[in-house]
């Protein structure tokens, strides 16, 4: 089994910055490919940024393009979502997700999920 833990969210201003971690546990996910999805108030998750089990490929949703840069550490079994210029319709929960396959932008194509962490911004 894996655990997943997101941290780092918070309120910000628009334009602002943020860095998600997503510490994980129970076993190694330097195998898995990682991904960061969120899902706002009221709307369906949705893929934002993944990154293959090595980090020799990145994969990122066209509204984040520019913006988000997502990163891996497998020798601290973790994965970070570097956000800037964030936008007030970046408001959602950011979930983190591992798939022993490789990396989609499909929900059920995901092994395991994290909590989530809010990321609120404001105009």
């Known amino acids: 089994q894996v655990q997943l833990v997101e941290s780092g969210g918070g309120l910000v201003q628009a334009g602002g910055s943020l860095r998600l971690s997503c510490a994980a546990s129970?076993?190694?996910?330097?195998?898995?490919?990682m991904a960061w999805f969120r899902q706002a108030l009221g709307k369906e998750r949705e893929f934002v940024v993944g990154i293959s089990w090595n980090g020799g490929s990145t994969y990122s949703a066209d509204f984040v393009k520019g913006r988000f840069t997502i990163s891996r550490d497998n020798a601290k079994n973790t994965v970070y979502l570097q956000m800037n210029n964030l936008k007030p319709e970046d408001t959602a929960v950011y979930y983190c997700?591992?798939?022993?396959?490789?990396?989609?932008?499909?929900?059920?194509?995901?092994?395991?999920w994290g909590q989530g962490t809010q990321v609120t911004v404001s105009s």
């Open positions: 997700a591992a798939a022993l396959r490789r990396v989609t932008a499909r929900v059920n194509d995901y092994d395991y």
């Open positions: 129970g076993r190694t996910v330097s195998r898995y490919g």
